[in-house]
């Protein structure tokens, strides 16, 4: 049984950077596509990134393309999103997902593509 743990998260100025960390045991997670998503107080759970198995495709969600950055550590197992010029509206709960897919080139970008999750990791950003 696979077990994803984010960390990292808390109070980050609007303009400085943050970096989350999901740590996974019970599976290779470069052997999988893995995502970020966020979800604000009484909004959707939005989709922020995603990497694919192989770690040389990502995609990522249009309000974070060109701040945020995905990447993989294998040898840590470790799946991160780097948070650079964060903004107040990228406050939320933030969680990495695995998911079943076996496309080597997939970075789903859909909620229910997506299982398990982690527990998430609260990120705050102040203006």
């Known amino acids: 049984q696979v077990q994803l743990v984010e960390s990292g998260g808390g109070l980050v100025q609007a303009g400085g950077s943050l970096r989350l960390s999901c740590a996974a045991s019970?599976?290779?997670?470069?052997?999988?596509?893995m995502g970020w998503f966020r979800q604000a107080p009484g909004k959707e759970r939005e989709f922020v990134a995603a990497?694919?198995?192989?770690?040389?495709?990502?995609a990522y969600g249009d309000s974070v393309k060109g701040r945020f950055t995905i990447f993989r550590d294998n040898a840590k197992n470790t799946v991160f999103l780097q948070m650079n010029v964060p903004k107040p509206e990228d406050t939320g709960v933030y969680y990495c997902?695995?998911?079943?897919?076996?496309?080597?080139?997939?970075?789903?970008?859909?909620?229910?593509?997506?299982?398990?999750w982690g527990q998430g990791t609260q990120v705050t950003v102040s203006s």
């Open positions: 997902a695995l998911s079943g897919s076996e496309a080597t080139t997939a970075t789903p970008r859909a909620v229910g593509s997506y299982n398990p």
């Open positions: 019970g599976r290779t997670l470069s052997s999988f596509p």
């Open positions: 990497i694919a198995r192989g770690g040389g495709l990502t």
